[in-house]
């Protein structure tokens, strides 16, 4: 199964500020998925990244605030925009390839995200 | 839209016991997974359920899936303190790739 590097493990940010993550794949894969889960609560799924194509975002959750990108098939980013302590979660990548029928999905290792 | 249920919540248990967590979805998945999440970790992939009447079993493990109930039950068999974790069930549905998860299930074995 493919193998996720994800950056940073945690940061402490200030309200206003913004944060960037990355997650880089260990193979090419079609789809990455950023999800949120807020503490002590289940994962959302935030938004589907495709290369070559505009981010597809979940209801709630708009690209001014969570811009993504998607450069190539290894390679994605999170950027958590003009932060406030609401947005304070943990910050998970996850990847579906070929062998999302039978080996399940990836994840990331995850940002812990305080805002202060 | 799918929704995923996940019951009971909170289990606190003795080791040496055994017990059964259920998953219920609101329409037809195509598969069917659970994952553990330690606290602080990521999620550990446990099993990939995709057909009626699949059975898998790891350890002290089982999963299995009824599509025509809408049910997934993961079935512990004599706990141990190591299996203390948060365990997600979790589908996807009409084709797409997208995991809608449970809220999740916090497992507490008391030695």
């Known amino acids: 199964s493919a193998v996720i590097s994800q950056k940073p493990s945690r940061d402490i940010c200030q309200r206003g500020t913004s944060l960037t993550i990355q997650c880089q794949v260990d193979s090419q894969v079609t789809m990455m998925f950023w999800y949120r889960q807020q503490p002590g609560q289940s994962l959302t799924l935030i938004a589907t990244a495709n290369q070559g194509s505009e981010a597809t975002y979940e209801s709630g959750f708009v690209i001014d605030k969570f811009p993504i990108s998607r450069p190539n098939l290894t390679f994605s980013t999170l950027t958590v925009s003009n932060m406030s302590p609401e947005d304070s979660s943990i910050y998970l990548c996850?990847?579906?390839?070929?062998?999302?029928?039978?080996?399940?999905?990836?994840f990331g290792s995850g940002t812990r995200l305080t805002v202060v | 839209e799918l929704k995923v249920e996940q019951n009971p919540l909170f289990l606190s248990m003795q080791e040496g016991k055994n017990y059964t967590i259920y998953c219920n979805y609101s329409?037809?998945?195509?598969?069917l997974y659970w994952y553990r999440q330690d606290p602080g970790k990521s999620l550990e992939s446990l099993f990939v359920?995709?057909?009626?009447?699949a059975v898998k079993q790891e350890g002290r493990l089982m999963a299995s899936l009824d599509t025509k109930a809408r049910l997934s039950t993961l079935h512990i068999t004599a706990a141990v303190h190591d299996l203390s974790a948060t365990y997600f069930c979790?589908?996807?549905?009409?084709?797409?790739?997208?995991?809608?998860f449970g809220k999740g299930m916090k497992l507490t074995v008391n030695p």
């Open positions: 996850s990847v579906a390839g070929t062998e999302v029928r039978s080996g399940g999905y990836t």
């Open positions: 359920l995709l057909s009626n009447g």
């Open positions: 329409t037809t998945s195509d598969r």
């Open positions: 979790a589908g996807t549905q009409g084709g797409s790739e997208k995991l809608v």
